[in-house]
């Protein structure tokens, strides 16, 4: 298999998008949580299977959106675990059914391949400011992936709960956001 089979393409800069209004694809999309437990020692990883958003890219190259993540759809391979990382203890997915980021301003860098993106995490109703760079993969006229890393700290989110210290408080975060235009 040759390097470039396996590359994602990039066939136009996110630059040259163009305005218009984008659904994300869940399909092709995925939001993965990793934190370290028992003090460092392992990593519990956990994907959410419910995720849905979308963005309008404005004339001027500038763009904003939201993603909406279902806190109930948390799947780290146990189920005991996914149990209790529904709880109060740490989501609540009972009383704050979904996690929400609103990316306020999403700004094309020259290189055309990242953007910068700015906006606000609300996790169990507190909202945070959240600032990261995203890259872009897979850019053409009509679909557009942007993945991303950000380190997130739950107790600022009011997820406190520590049992003998065993875990730590930041969280990293991966994003991919696979949107295609919407044809109206």
Request: charged share 20%; proline share 4%.
């Amino acid at each position: 298999m040759s390097d470039s089979a396996s590359a994602p393409q990039q066939d136009t800069p996110l630059t040259s998008l163009g305005a218009g209004r984008w659904v994300l694809d869940p399909a092709r999309s995925s939001v993965v949580v990793r934190n370290k437990t028992f003090w460092g020692l392992a990593t519990v990883k956990g994907t959410f299977t419910g995720v849905s958003g979308g963005g309008e890219v404005h004339q001027d190259g500038t763009a904003h959106g939201s993603l909406t993540v279902d806190t109930s759809s948390l799947d780290t391979k146990n189920a005991k675990r996914d149990t209790h990382l529904r709880s109060a203890d740490f989501f609540d997915a009972g009383k704050h059914p979904a996690l929400t980021f609103t990316a306020n301003g999403i700004t094309a860098n020259p290189d055309g391949s990242t953007a910068a993106v700015e906006g606000e995490l609300t996790i169990r109703g507190t909202s945070r400011p959240l600032r990261f760079t995203a890259r872009a993969t897979g850019v053409s006229e009509d679909t557009v992936t942007l993945s991303g890393e950000l380190t997130v700290d739950r107790q600022d989110f009011g997820m406190t709960w520590n049992q003998l210290g065993m875990l730590k408080p930041l969280a990293m975060v991966s994003v991919t956001a696979a949107f295609t235009r919407r044809q109206d």
